[in-house]
Nanobody
């Protein structure tokens, strides 16, 4: 399986920005979908952003216009640029490489998950 390691989390004031990075250990050609999930305190894990092997992207409604997912093949990395952060964006963020891309624009199926990284947005 591919190994995924997130970095770039931390604490930031509301309205600020963070860029999460996900280092990928090897080719992700076996995985159609790369993405980011978030688990907020007391809530279920949910898709925030996803990118399929053709470069199509999708976002949860509440991050559209604020978050951008991107991939740099030369650096073997996946990114999540998060702008205009809100306190509701607080949570653990997970990088994923999964087998399938759904018609609804999220990743699912078997694959790999990073260990997660904490993002805290302060009011």
């Amino acid at each position: 399986q591919v190994q995924l390691v997130e970095s770039g989390g931390g604490s930031v004031q509301a309205g600020g920005a963070l860029r999460l990075s996900c280092a990928v250990s090897r080719s992700t050609d076996d995985y159609v979908c790369l993405g980011w999930f978030r688990q907020a305190p007391g809530k279920e894990r949910e898709t925030i952003a996803a990118r399929d092997s053709d470069g199509r992207t999708s976002y949860a409604d509440y991050v559209k216009g604020r978050f951008t997912i991107s991939k740099d093949n030369a650096k073997s990395s996946l990114y999540l640029q998060m702008n205009n952060l809100e306190t509701e964006d607080t949570g653990m963020y997970y990088c994923v490489a999964l087998r399938y891309w759904s018609s609804g624009g999220y990743c699912y199926g078997s694959g790999s998950w990073g260990q997660g990284i904490q993002v805290t947005v302060l009011s």
